[in-house]
């Protein structure tokens, strides 16, 4: 049972944009950075955004995060059929003393 | 470049212990501390413990703590993690990752090594 609220599933016509949010609490997103994470079946997650809303190198700006108090949130511009994974935020809780991963989104680009 | 290579998939009985290895290249390891994240069949990510890879250092979640042991080998560049005590649920694909430098993130990650726990 994760501490991080993320809708289930989020889609957008090719070429329009999709907002995620990462619903958190005090003790975690409202006191540390959130990073976000592209993961397509079968493979390992891939980093795509850390402390809050900085890229990676050679992760493309069509993809910003941000924060406002204990939520954070992933956009991706101009949708991509080969952006359709699945999306994570993370951050550290500081009451669970551990890393905390979101519920996880489903991209579809229709 | 920069990556880590997990040992193979397992089948394990329950009860039993499993190690799964991580090894690291491309990078000096002593500077990065290496996470472990699991991800149970058709669900979300779960993130289970560290190592310092300088100072052996460790850390779990509570829940994991009396099964799970994290070590490392400094010589080969390679951190293992055990977990013992093994029950059904903990069937699930298991992931090393680098924290990235200075931040809570993990930009490195491990193929993940599928481990099952069955009778």
């Known amino acids: 049972q994760s501490v991080l609220t993320q809708p289930p599933s989020v889609s957008a016509a090719a070429g329009q944009k999709v907002t995620i949010s990462c619903s958190g609490s005090?003790?975690?997103?409202?006191?540390?950075?959130v990073s976000w994470y592209q993961q397509i079946p079968g493979t390992a997650p891939k980093l795509l955004i850390y402390d809050n809303n900085s890229r990676p190198s050679g992760i493309p700006d069509r993809f910003s995060g941000s924060k406002s108090g204990t939520s954070g949130t992933l956009g991706i511009t101009g949708l991509q059929t080969g952006d359709e994974a699945d999306y994570y935020c993370a951050t550290w809780d500081s009451s669970l003393r551990g890393y905390v991963f979101g519920t996880g989104t489903k991209v579809t680009a229709l | 470049q920069v990556q880590l290579v997990q040992s193979g998939a397992e089948v394990a009985k329950p009860g039993a212990s499993v190690k799964v290895s991580c090894k690291a290249s491309?990078?000096?390891?002593?500077?990065?501390?290496i996470h472990w994240v699991r991800q149970a069949p058709g669900q979300g990510l779960e993130w289970m413990g560290w190592i310092n890879g300088g100072n052996g250092k460790t850390h779990c979640l509570q829940r994991f703590q009396g099964r799970l042991t994290i070590n490392r080998d400094t010589s080969a560049s390679t951190v293992y993690m055990n977990l013992s005590s093994l029950r059904s649920e903990d069937t699930a694909i298991y992931f090393c990752a680098r924290q990235k430098y200075s931040t809570d993130a993990f930009d490195i990650w491990g193929q993940g090594t599928v481990i099952s726990v069955s009778s």
């Open positions: 491309g990078y000096t390891f002593a500077i990065y501390a």
């Open positions: 005090s003790s975690n997103i409202g006191d540390n950075s």
